[in-house]
């Protein structure tokens, strides 16, 4: 006899392994299905992905109690996010590598808009999204990429040091106690240095001028053995120009000679960021 029409084929059984890994990896069983109804919300369609309307799409007619568990999870339960990145890459690597072997590690960062002044890190900044300074959140990632995919192993939130500066305000938001400021540069080249201590494949690193202008964050991706390819903005400025985590990106960046993949040189030309 054939299968039912509603056995799972072998993707639904594949996606619903990667969704069980996840789970696991939040930890405590109670938040097993808080986790998989949050995700199903986020891949279902709808603009709005917020814990409330995606809670209206999942049980209209229990919007309530679908609402709790979820926002529970997301706003106050202790899941590591590290190992929930680990266990993404433990699933997903594997399948990217039998298209092609990893060639880069794109550094980047990401801004959220935010018009309050409580979401933590929240501050007066730049902003990808917007193309100039504005009040948001902004997030150092660094992502593994084959010719074809590419995969964020690491994800952290930016804390600007006027943060950094005011203990009361990061008790109020849950900063954990004792939090130093961490320049971008700083936090990408500590998310950098777990990824090899991970034997995560290695790659070329990308970076723009945001982080390859300062000289020691290329001194140090020397010194950790790694080729890179970064922007380097000419533009004279005053100060330590590695310091300033907010300065904006400009569309048209250095011109570079470094070396490429295959260790020989290659001029760079408009190295364009769009974040």
Known sequence: MGSSLS?????????????????????????????????TGLLLPGERKSV????????????????????????????NDEEMLAQVRQRVLPAMEKQGPVVAWIIDDTGFPKQGKHSVGVARQYCGQIGKQDNCQAAVSLSVSTWNSSLPVAWRLYLPDVWCQNAERCRQAGVPEGTAFQTKPEIALEQIRQAMKRQVPPGVILADAGYGKGTQFRTDLTELGLQYIVGIDLTPQSGNPGNNPCQPRRENQDVGRLPNVYGEPRIINRFRSDS
């Open 52 to 79: 409330e309307p995606m809670a209206a799409r999942l049980a209209p007619n229990d919007v309530r109690r679908m609402h709790q568990s979820p926002h529970h999870l997301v706003a106050t339960a202790p899941w």
């Open 7 to 39: 056995e799972p084929g072998p993707r639904e059984k594949r996606f619903a392994a990667y969704m069980q890994g996840l789970a696991n990896a939040a930890g405590h069983a109670d938040r097993h299905t808080p986790l998989k109804n949050y995700c």
